[in-house]
């Protein structure tokens, strides 16, 4: 792994990308980095947002690419929270039909 690439993408999105989130109650976190090539999860408001794809493609993608040329691929990870996922499976085991 390019240890100075993985820095420049986190001081990136710590200074620029992240203050814009938190105005928003939102927040976003780097979940895996392959090759140049960014995976992110949007945390808080933005997690839910129906402009997530466009905020990931306008404010995130945008900054990587002006100050990072080499980065590849930046995507989201839908992830579902254990929490949502532990009541759903309370919920479905209480149920008869389950």
Do not use: W
């Amino acid at each position: 792994m390019d240890a100075d690439f993985e820095s420049r993408v986190r001081r990136l999105i710590d200074e620029r990308v992240r203050p814009s989130l938190f105005e928003h109650g939102g927040d976003i976190q780097i979940k895996e980095i392959k090759g140049h090539d960014v995976g992110f999860v949007f945390k808080g408001a933005c997690r839910t947002c129906p402009a997530a794809q466009i905020t990931l493609e306008e404010v995130v993608e945008a900054a990587l690419k002006a100050e990072i040329p080499e980065i590849g691929r930046v995507y989201l990870i839908n992830e579902t929270d254990q929490d949502l996922i532990d009541f759903a499976k309370k919920l479905m085991s209480s149920h008869p039909d389950a």
